[in-house]
């Protein structure tokens, strides 16, 4: 019976004191994340072929092709107030050579790549665990406690509900700018109608203050033409 790089990787990872008895370091995590990724049921075939390159077949994406590994990282875990014996996160980059450049920015991408870049150590257990046993310990331990569960709603929904409060914060200030505009505009054609009441008292007192002049200026004529008779009469 042929037996297969894939079956290799898993049997190593089994019965290898690295794996079953592994320290919160680079070397471990990329030896669980070899297993981890060889065990995956959409992994057909994955074979180390140098050092951080891989020959690798995946039908849930579906790739064929060579991978290649760009970095491995290790953290302290922070478990956000819950006391967990998860003491350190990992994540394994990786690049997948053959992949078209348009796949990579897909949805199916970047949800097929969650489950394969991040595992989480169990200090009891002295391993690297993937992201749905830690999950699931995470939940057996304070699932039944309100605070967990109130965290675990805030993680599954909290960006909504932030969204959908970003969305009706946005709308009412902009519901209270359109009533200042509307206010304003409503001043604005109170002082422009003010304003032409205005000139046209200016204008009216303008035609009177022509009128009046007019009249005085006739009047100063007739004074002129009356002055000018009684100096001719006088000099008679």
């Given at each position: 019976?042929?037996?297969?790089?894939t079956?290799i990787?898993?049997a190593l990872?089994?019965?290898?004191?690295?794996?079953?008895?592994?320290?919160?370091?680079r070397?471990?995590l990329?030896?669980?994340?070899?297993a981890?990724i060889a065990?995956?049921?959409g992994?057909?075939?994955?074979?180390?072929?140098?050092?951080?390159?891989?020959?690798y077949k995946?039908?849930?994406?579906p790739?064929e092709g060579?991978l290649k590994?760009?970095?491995?990282l290790?953290?302290?875990?922070e478990?956000a107030?819950?006391?967990?014996?998860?003491?350190h996160?990992?994540?394994?980059?990786f690049?997948?050579?053959?992949?078209?450049v348009?796949?990579?920015s897909t949805?199916?991408?970047y949800y097929w790549l969650?489950?394969r870049q991040t595992?989480?150590y169990s200090k009891?257990a002295?391993?690297?665990?993937?992201?749905?046993a830690y999950?699931?310990?995470?939940?057996?331990?304070y699932g039944?406690?309100?605070?967990?569960?109130a965290?675990s709603f805030?993680?599954n929904y909290?960006?909504w509900?932030l969204?959908?409060?970003?969305i009706?914060?946005?709308f009412a200030?902009?519901n209270?700018?359109?009533?200042?505009?509307h206010s304003?505009?409503?001043q604005?054609?109170e002082?422009?109608?003010?304003?032409?009441k205005n000139l046209?008292?200016?204008?009216?007192?303008q035609d009177e203050?022509?009128?009046i002049?007019?009249e005085t200026?006739?009047l100063?004529?007739e004074?002129?033409?009356?002055l000018?008779?009684m100096?001719?009469?006088l000099?008679?």
């Amino acid at each position: 019976m042929k037996i297969t790089a894939t079956a290799i990787l898993l049997a190593l990872a089994a019965f290898s004191p690295a794996g079953a008895l592994a320290d919160a370091d680079r070397e471990s995590l990329v030896t669980a994340w070899e297993a981890h990724i060889a065990g995956l049921p959409g992994t057909e075939s994955f074979e180390k072929t140098a050092d951080d390159l891989y020959q690798y077949k995946d039908t849930d994406l579906p790739y064929e092709g060579k991978l290649k590994l760009l970095g491995v990282l290790v953290r302290p875990s922070e478990s956000a107030g819950f006391e967990t014996d998860f003491t350190h996160f990992g994540m394994v980059d990786f690049e997948l050579i053959d992949m078209p450049v348009e796949r990579l920015s897909t949805q199916l991408y970047y949800y097929w790549l969650a489950d394969r870049q991040t595992l989480h150590y169990s200090k009891s257990a002295q391993e690297w665990v993937d992201a749905a046993a830690y999950q699931e310990t995470i939940t057996d331990l304070y699932g039944d406690t309100p605070s967990f569960g109130a965290l675990s709603f805030m993680l599954n929904y909290g960006i909504w509900i932030l969204l959908i409060g970003l969305i009706i914060f946005v709308f009412a200030g902009i519901n209270r700018q359109a009533k200042k505009a509307h206010s304003l505009m409503d001043q604005s054609a109170e002082i422009n109608e003010q304003a032409r009441k205005n000139l046209d008292r200016t204008e009216a007192m303008q035609d009177e203050v022509l009128t009046i002049a007019r009249e005085t200026c006739d009047l100063q004529k007739e004074s002129n033409e009356l002055l000018t008779r009684m100096l001719q009469a006088l000099q008679r």
